[in-house]
């Protein structure tokens, strides 16, 4: 089974409009970390938001919003007033456990076009 | 802080040939840095798992004897791909973790290697 599901290959948003990109997960580790990245055309990976499992809250960071969900194990990206420099590549990821050394899961990714 | 740099940028090298991609924690020390590859518009795979002072653990499929990797230092990582073919054209991303309260990645920009 895929441990992190990104169902949106692409999609498009309005300038200033906001827009939620999905992402599922799937895990048995009660500690578990979620991480969403921009991966913009120069290829680096900007990291963006986080959210552990035992948060009780939602993650935020600026226009950023995680909606997790645990039952669902969703943990959706909100970006909020979407501006033209939004338009990326966007990875959700999973790390299991608490060790250096545990692997991240990446999910296959969303394109999104933010249209003017 | 966290910034880790990959060299080369870019590569571009003949068949056959062998290319070395090295990645450095700038301003912490990394025990554990991972190598990723990335084709056009998909998602990251994990190649391989480098610890200092030993040996890297290779995910499946990835051929050891083909992609050597070398942790030789706490900041400091290195692929080389020997005796390189075009399908070995691809983008490789390095990342090494930190302890932010929690093990956090921070990726390198990434090397477009290019084989002709």
């Known amino acids: 089974a895929q441990k992190i599901t990104q169902t949106q290959p692409g999609m498009f948003v309005q300038e200033k409009e906001a827009v939620t990109l999905d992402c599922t997960y799937d895990t048995s580790d009660p500690s578990y970390g979620l991480f969403w990245y921009k991966q913009p055309s120069s290829g680096e990976m900007i990291f963006l938001i986080y959210q552990g499992s035992y948060d009780q809250q939602n993650a935020t960071e600026g226009r950023y919003s995680l909606n997790f969900q645990k039952a669902r194990k969703s943990a959706n990206l909100v970006i909020s007033a979407s501006q033209l420099g939004d338009s990326a590549m966007y990875f959700c990821a999973m790390r299991e456990g608490v060790l250096a050394g545990n692997q991240f899961y990446f999910g296959t990714g969303t394109s999104l076009t933010v249209i003017p | 802080g966290a910034v880790v740099s990959q060299h080369p940028s870019r590569v571009i090298c003949k068949s056959g040939t062998s290319v070395k991609i090295e990645c450095r924690s700038l301003d912490f020390q990394a025990t554990t840095m991972f190598w990723y590859r990335q084709f056009p518009k998909k998602s990251l795979m994990l190649m391989a798992t480098s610890n200092e002072g030993s040996k890297a653990t290779y995910e499946q499929g990835v051929e050891k004897d083909k992609f050597l990797i070398n942790h030789a230092s706490l900041t400091l990582s290195t692929l080389t791909v020997t005796s390189a073919h075009p399908e070995d054209s691809s983008f490789y991303i390095c990342?090494?973790?930190?302890?932010?309260?929690?093990?956090?990645?921070?990726f390198g920009p990434g090397t477009r290697l290019t084989v002709l």
């Open positions: 990342s090494a973790s930190e302890w932010r309260g929690r093990w956090e990645q921070f």
